[in-house]
């Protein structure tokens, strides 16, 4: 751990200092202010939990610390966060320092852990990390997991439409039949290869290429369905009232717990929860027209997930389907119906929401 300290000719300890760090993969570097902006000292440690350990002991010579201003809460910065809070800190979120900045002051990790605690002193921070110790930080990595099989998924899929179209006509008019999962069966039994010398050969390298692809889209398929399990589970178990609300599944759920209970702080009310989701109306009059659009910002997965909500609704729910067509005959286009309808959601949802984040 190295040290530069500043000759303020009195005694550097400090009540209610800022601390910011700017964080990396392998070395977090730290600069302390004081209440009054100046920099008393800054430190560089190595992201082990040795380094660590010295980092919240150096922060400790300089009396009670008001603020931690972390950069990348989410990425470099998780397991000191997650340190930090554990041990009762005060940890906020900081963004990284603007290209105005960089302009007037330049760039070196120094100057940036320095700016990280300069944005919490003045306030500009973004506001308390994503928590990464509940339920829903386990969400996030399964779900984040099944998405990434999904797409792999579908690649493949893609690659066996691609590999079939062009194979030999006594290939392709035994397996180009039925659904994917269909074609994927018939192409993952075909027998084992021939011996490498006869790969060569467009039939043989054919064959081989369809069974790989098709026993890949068949693996996919089962750990997709393994963890659509898990999360329906976790999701049943953490939030049973949000989940017996119309239309809104395991996905939906997780997707909206995660929004949620990753930024507890922004949940102050259901109005700002739908500003969360992207749901909140935004005013979009000129004129003589007077009328509001949908919100384009927020969490757009959060979004995605009331948004298959609010389809689900118009298209089972008997309450939902008669108000569309009572705001149809009002003379409401579709979108400004799904807008209000999504803003609906939003609040009958917030409070099972609430109770789970702050139960």
């Known amino acids: 751990m190295t040290h530069n300290s500043v000759d303020l000719g009195r005694s550097i300890v400090s009540q209610g200092v800022v601390i910011g760090v700017d964080t990396h993969k392998d070395v977090?570097?730290?600069v302390v202010l004081?209440?009054?902006?100046?920099?008393l000292d800054s430190c560089s440690v190595a992201t082990s939990k040795v380094g660590l350990h010295q980092l919240e002991h150096w922060s400790s010579r300089y009396g009670a610390v008001d603020r931690w201003g972390i950069e990348g809460t989410s990425s470099y910065g998780a397991g000191l966060t997650r340190?930090?809070?554990?041990?009762?800190?005060?940890?906020?979120?900081?963004?990284?320092?603007?290209?105005?900045?960089?302009?007037?002051?330049?760039?070196s990790d120094l100057i940036d852990a320095e700016v990280a605690a300069r944005s919490v002193l003045a306030g500009t921070d973004l506001g308390a990390p994503k928590d990464t110790t509940a339920i829903t930080e386990s969400l996030r990595v399964l779900r984040a997991t099944r998405r990434s099989a999904v797409k792999a998924r579908t690649q493949t899929a893609n690659l066996l439409y691609a590999?079939?179209?062009?194979a030999p006509a006594e290939l392709r008019n035994r397996l180009d039949q039925g659904s994917v999962r269909a074609r994927a069966e018939r192409c993952a039994r075909l027998r084992p290869a021939k011996p490498l010398e006869s790969a060569g050969h467009p039939l043989t390298a054919t064959r081989i290429a369809l069974r790989s692809t098709a026993q890949r889209w068949l693996q996919l398929t089962n750990e997709i369905r393994a963890l659509e399990t898990l999360i329906d589970q976790l999701t049943r178990t953490a939030a049973p009232r949000l989940r017996a609300q119309f239309g809104v599944g395991g996905d939906v759920a997780a997707t909206l717990m995660i929004a949620a209970g990753g930024n507890p702080d922004r949940l102050v009310s259901e109005?700002?929860?739908?500003?969360?989701?992207?749901?909140?109306?935004?005013p979009a009059s000129s004129g003589k027209t007077n009328r509001y659009r949908l919100n384009r910002g927020?969490?757009?997965?959060?979004?995605?997930?009331?948004?298959?909500?609010c389809l689900?609704?118009?298209?089972?729910?008997?309450?939902?389907?008669?108000?569309?067509?009572?705001?149809?005959?009002?003379?409401?286009?579709?979108?400004?119906?799904?807008?209000?309808?999504?803003?609906?959601?939003?609040?009958?949802?917030?409070?099972?929401?609430?109770?789970?984040?702050?139960?």
């Not at 004081?34 to 920099?39: K, M």
């Not at 340190?83 to 760039?107: C, F």
């Not at 927020?298 to 909500?309: C, I, K, T």
């Not at 949802?349 to 109770?355: D, E, F, H, N």
């Open 298 to 309: 927020g969490d757009r997965q959060a979004n995605a997930a009331l948004h298959a909500v």
């Open 28 to 30: 977090h570097v730290a």
């Open 271 to 282: 109005a700002s929860f739908a500003a969360l989701c992207g749901v909140s109306p935004i």
């Open 34 to 39: 004081d209440q009054h902006g100046r920099r």
């Open 83 to 107: 340190r930090l809070i554990s041990h009762g800190h005060h940890v906020r979120e900081v963004s990284r320092p603007s290209r105005t900045v960089r302009r007037e002051k330049g760039k």
């Open 163 to 166: 590999l079939l179209l062009t």
């Open 312 to 359: 689900i609704r118009m298209q089972r729910d008997p309450a939902t389907r008669a108000y569309v067509v009572r705001r149809t005959a009002e003379g409401l286009s579709k979108k400004d119906i799904m807008r209000c309808l999504k803003r609906y959601i939003a609040r009958d949802l917030y409070r099972a929401l609430t109770m789970i984040t702050r139960g």
